[in-house]
Every structure is written in C-alpha cells, then in structure tokens.
C-alpha cells in the first residue's frame, strides 16, 4: 500500500478519499486554486499545495502543476477523483511517466473509451448493443444534418468526449438542428477541449441504468450490480438509487455480463460504469463507460457493504480483487439525492454566494448506516461561478425502497441551508411524488410531473407566518410564556440583573409588552413575495393582555413561543410555538431583516417590512432590461442596437459553470442598447440588454 497520496480534485470526493486513506494509514496531500485556500478538503488532508487562480484551467486542469506537487510532497499515488482531470488519457499518461501510480485505468482504456464516438464503435465490435445512430468520424455539420434525417427526430447530439449532461441537445425538428448543433459544439470545447458530436435516436420514456464494475490487474473483472439513475434534470442527474425498481434477476445478469464484457474489451482496471439506456420492453443499450468513480458510488456501497474507494487503492497497489462475483449479495435499497445550489424554479440556474448557514442531517456509520452525508463544503464557504455547485449528496438506506424514500423525505426535512437557493424543498416533493413513489421512472420524469414538482409558490403558510414571529420576537428578547407575560417578572428581572452587574438599568431595554393600562397590540408586515398580493404583504397582529399573549392570524389564538439558540452567533433559533391548541416547530435563520423559516420539509424566506426602511426608494419599472441570471460570460449575441425582436427570441448565450445560458428576449420590442461584447465577463443582475 502506498505511504503518501495525493488527491487531484477538490469538494466531497476529495474529502471522501482522503477519510478512507486516513482509515488505512495513508497520508494525503490537497491540491486547492485561491478560491479553495480554505476548503474543507484542504482541512481533511495532512498536507496542502497551492496550484494557482480559481479558474480550472490555470489550476486543477494543470496536470504539470499536480505532478510537480506530488514529486516535491513526496507521493507514490495520485487520486484523481471525478471531474477535471480524471478522464484525461495524457495525464494518466503523465503519472506514469514520472514514476507515480494513476489510481484508475491504464491511459490506453481511458482513450478508448474518451470518445463516445470510437467507444460505441468498439462496443459494437464486442457485441455490446447499441442505439441507433451516427458514431463516426465525419463531422461536418450538413452531413450530420443529413444522418439525423435519415435517423428519424427526435434525435440527440452529445459531444464525443463528454459527459455530465454537458455539451447535449435533443432536437426534434429539422429546422433546429444547425443553432442546437453550433450551441452543443461551443459547450463542448469549452467543457472537454473537443466539439465533436455523435448523433443518436432520442429513445422516448427511456430509463438510465448504469453498471458499477470493477476490474484488476491480474484479469479479473466483476459488477457490483445496477444503479438507476433516470430522475434527471438538465440531463444530469439529481437522485440516484440501487437497486434498480423492476430490476428482474436476468436482466441484472445480462447487463452485467454486457458491462464487464465492455470492460475487458478495452483491457480496465480500477473502477468504473458502464451506462445504459433501456426501453419499458426491457431491452438496454450502450451509452458510454465512465473510466472513473462516479458521484453516486455511495449507493452500490449501501447495498454492498464495501468501501469502493478502499478497493481503488487496494487495486491500484497490485493487489487482488478483494471480492469474486459470487461473494456479492444485495441489502436491501439505497437513494441518494443530490443537494446543489441552484434554483428549480430559474430552470435550475446555479445559485452563487456565501453559505451563511449549513445544517445537514446528522451522519450515521459509513456503509451500513441508515443515513450518510457526503459533502465538501461548510458554513462560511463561498458557492462560485468557478466549480460545480453541489453543496453535498444524502444517502439513506432501507430494508425496501419505500423504506429508503420515506427515510430520505425526512432526511431532507432536516437540511437548512442560507445565502444561497437550493433544490432541497423541490427533492423533498420529489421524494412524495406518487410517479416516483410508484417507480414509474423515466429521464422525463421531472418534466412530466413539473405542475407537481415545480408548482408556483403558494402564500406563507399560517404555520410559517408564526414562526418568523416566533423568531422576531426570539431576536427582539421579547418573552411570550403566559406567566411572564402576565406578570410583566421576565423583563424586569433582567433589567434588574443588568443593574447588578454594574450595567445602568434602562426601562427602554425591557421588551415585556408591558403597558400602564396592561393591554398592548402590534402589527408586524411581512413581505412573502410568492404571496400573489400586489404588494405580497402578509399581517400578524399580536396582543398582550392581564391574561398574556395572543397571536391574530385568521383568528385570535394565545400564543406561547419557545426559542432555543441553534449555535452561537444569534441568528439562529429552533422554535416551539403554540397557538391554541397546535403546536408548530421549525428553525429560523436571520440574514439581515430577512428570515428564513425551515419546516416540515419547507424552506421560505420572509422580509420584514419596515414602511420607514423603504420610503423614498424608487420603484421605477426595468421590465425591458435583460439581467444576467448569475455571474458569467458572454460567449454569443445576436442582436444589436435598432434590431426588432419578438417575445422569447434568443438574443445572448452566457457560459457560466461550464454550462450555457441562453438569455431571450422578455416582451415584444427594438433593442435599444446592448451593454456587453463577446468575451467579457458579467456579474449577476447585470443588464445585458434594454429593449424599448
């Protein structure tokens, strides 16, 4: 076994290996960019080298700079984990080359399988089947026009060399295939230094079912049987699960035997996945193999028992399989759902910013536990343009997969994330959506249920509405227990504590309610944007009598309210409120004079108003401006000043986390100015451009 490894990637995976290398007596060294100087991976590994500007391609892309930090801290391996440069055929090449050990597949494998293109034509010569398409070399852009026609639309266009949902457009007509082409080829030469294409039939209601194999030196390859991963947004994935639902006994043989029959036909060793898509009639097809670790590996480690990173190393070291295909069973099932920063209801834009608060669900035993959290960031962490903005991965397990559904609703339930959007509500209706609950999967299955998914934000619930007073009044000091209250003790005895202790005793501190004649009435506002008001206002009016406290909100209720600091900075608060006879608990967050209120699986965000705050501000309407969704880079316009364009026409695409965007136009209109050229570099909410 290796004595020094360095670990080439940043984020969960970095942290995830250098957690199992500490596990075997290995010392780990971090590679981070500037904008990684104090990541959580860093933090995990023994030692730390600094590789250069945020940016990948002057930092973790720069397979000189990894190589001559693993030669001066002393490495015998490199980690390369998923992403950058993982499945990059030269430097594995490179490792090699200075003496060190890749942990993954020798170069030549990963070549063979880099491009989609020669893959499926290897795959087709091993007998692995394949979808109907175009896999060849000529990439000019009529001929390929010419193959989707004679393939039938729908079709898909994937970038030869890609992966990850990127560089892939489904066109379903004739008339788009030459812009869905142009866009498809930028993205992938921006994301994989290469804008070839492939072109395939767009199988309708298909199911993604990838196989989790794994070989070794010596010629032994096995599968560690199925993961379904069909819930997809953006063609990426955002829940993964294993075993596959309806997965029957044969067809698990089958496609594991097609799997390792791709493996050894291009000589693997280490870990990898071989994907497929599959009918509703059962019949499967090669998609690609991923000659890395994949992001949802923790599941087939749930229902395995084994530690994959551990096999890596092991293998990696020269020694055997730890396993043979027969030793391996099935436990019970295992969903893991992916927590980005990103906003469901802006087409799952990537949200930027500053985590100023990070609660996940608590992490039980590796492997055999029922919930595991795998993440890479922590509170205070900055979500950039820069990287992928997944903030970490739930994995829960269950005797049965309804088991593991309800057990990962409430896992769910239990993440509390501010400073930037997240997907955890939309997971959260995911996990109770009757389609999935049923397993009727398919990579539609988010657009097919978007009203139930996706639905337009409803007013803050009662519910909600008095737990951001509940917090208010927590922040303010304000006691609300009935005995206090009625009492008028709670605010006194602290004023009078305060004299005690040296502090001049102030009247206007105590925040009791109390009044000469014992009645006191307040109305707090609350902005809830979603409310569909004009104003989105929301009223709660709350009163203090000889009897205590009650709370106005569709009816005259008493209120008790209990808050508990979560964490030392006070802003934070977990309540307990009581009105009348309901009892409500949540958390609540603050960020400025915004609340944010975590409950029952809900997440809103709440404004104070303060009519005073706001006066004098200036409403003016921008409706005709076209602002930039999150920090990114113009790479494409189409307008210019004077043009006349129609409502949804494209006008710019901006390339931000190695994804495009294409910003259309929001009414019928002229251009009247356009405020940025080709190539410069734009913040979020920046006006592109203004139409009259």
């Not at 994907?275 to 590996?297: C, K, S, W």
């Not at 020269?318 to 802006?346: C, F, K, M, S, V």
Request: glycine share 10%; aromatic share 6%; proline share 5%.
């Amino acid at each position: 076994m290796f004595s020094t490894l360095l670990i080439a990637n940043r984020g969960e995976i970095a942290c995830r290996v250098a957690a199992t290398a500490r596990r075997l007596g290995i010392r780990t060294v971090a590679v981070y960019s500037d904008a990684d100087a104090g990541a959580a991976h860093v933090a995990a590994c023994d030692t730390a080298v600094r590789l250069g500007p945020a940016e990948p391609a002057a930092s973790y892309l720069r397979g000189d700079l990894i190589l001559a930090a693993a030669q001066a801290t002393g490495a015998q391996a490199i980690h390369p984990g998923y992403g950058f440069l993982s499945e990059n055929a030269g430097f594995a090449r490179g490792v090699a080359a200075a003496g060190l050990v890749f942990v993954g597949p020798p170069a030549d494998a990963i070549a063979a399988m880099g491009s989609k293109s020669a893959a499926k034509q290897l795959m087709e010569k091993a007998g692995v089947p394949l979808v109907p398409g175009y896999h060849g070399d000529n990439q000019d852009g009529d001929f390929l026009r010419r193959q989707a026609d004679a393939i039938g639309y729908p079709v898909l266009i994937k970038a030869s060399a890609g992966g990850g949902g990127k560089g892939m457009r489904i066109v379903r007509d004739g008339a788009d295939f030459a812009d869905a082409l142009a866009s498809c080829r930028r993205e992938a030469a921006s994301s994989f230094g290469d804008d070839r294409v492939l072109i395939e039939r767009y199988l309708q209601k298909p199911r993604h079912i990838e196989i989790q194999v794994f070989a070794d030196a010596r010629g032994d390859c096995i599968y560690l049987f199925e993961r379904d991963c069909s819930v997809q947004r953006r063609h990426q994935k955002v829940i993964e699960e294993a075993p596959a639902p309806g997965m029957t006994e044969e067809r698990r043989q089958a496609m594991g035997e097609a799997a390792v029959a791709a493996a050894r036909a291009v000589g693997y060793v280490g870990a990898g996945t071989v994907e497929f898509i599959a009918e509703p009639d059962g019949r499967f097809y090669f998609m690609e193999m991923n000659t890395r670790l994949q992001v949802e590996h923790p599941v087939t480690e749930m229902i395995t028992g084994v530690d994959l990173v551990e096999w890596q190393l092991r293998v990696a070291a020269g020694e055997p399989l730890p396993a043979r295909q027969q030793d391996l069973r099935l436990r019970g099932h295992a969903i893991e759902a992916r927590i980005y920063a990103e906003n469901p209801d802006t087409g799952f834009l990537p949200s930027i910013g500053t985590l100023q608060y990070l609660n996940l669900p608590a992490h039980s035993a590796f492997a055999r536990g029922t919930v595991r959290v795998d993440g890479g960031v922590r509170a205070g962490d900055d979500i950039t343009p820069y990287y992928d903005p997944m903030i970490a991965k739930l994995i829960v397990h269950g005797e049965t997969r309804d088991a593991a559904r309800v057990r990962m609703a409430r896992a769910l339930a239990h993440v509390r994330v501010v400073g930037v959007h997240t997907n955890t509500a939309f997971l959260g209706r995911l996990m109770r959506d009757e389609a999935f609950a049923a397993a009727d999967l398919d990579t539609g299955l988010i657009e097919r249920r978007r009203d139930t998914l996706l639905p337009a934000a409803p007013a803050a619930s009662t519910e909600i509405l008095a737990l951001a007073t509940a917090a208010l009044l927590a922040r303010e000091g304000v006691p609300t227990s009935r005995s206090a209250a009625a009492s008028g003790t709670m605010g006194r005895a602290a004023a009078a504590s305060g004299a005690a202790s040296g502090a001049a005793p102030d009247p206007w501190d105590v925040r009791d309610g109390w009044r000469v004649d014992g009645r006191y009435e307040r109305v707090i506002r609350w902005l809830d944007q979603p409310a569909g008001a004009a104003d989105g206002s929301r009223s709660v009016v709350l009163k203090r009598d000889p009897a205590g406290w009650s709370i106005d909100l569709d009816g005259e209720m008493p209120l008790h309210t209990e808050a508990t600091a979560n964490g030392d900075t006070g802003l934070a608060w977990d309540l307990r409120v009581v009105m009348g006879d309901r009892e409500i608990r949540g958390t609540a967050v603050w960020s400025g004079d915004s609340v944010h209120i975590f409950h029952d699986g809900d997440a809103r965000q709440l404004l104070l108003d303060d009519p005073l705050a706001r006066a004098g501000q200036d409403h003016g309407e921008h409706g005709g401006d076209m602002t930039a969704p999150m920090p990114g880079k113009i790479i494409s316009i189409g307008v210019s000043a004077g043009d006349t364009v129609s409502k949804g026409q494209p006008l710019l695409v901006m390339e931000a986390m190695k994804m495009e965007h294409t910003i259309a136009a929001a009414a019928d209109g002229e251009v009247a100015e356009v405020f940025y050229a080709v190539g410069d570099q734009v913040p979020e909410g920046a006006a592109l451009i203004t139409l009259k």
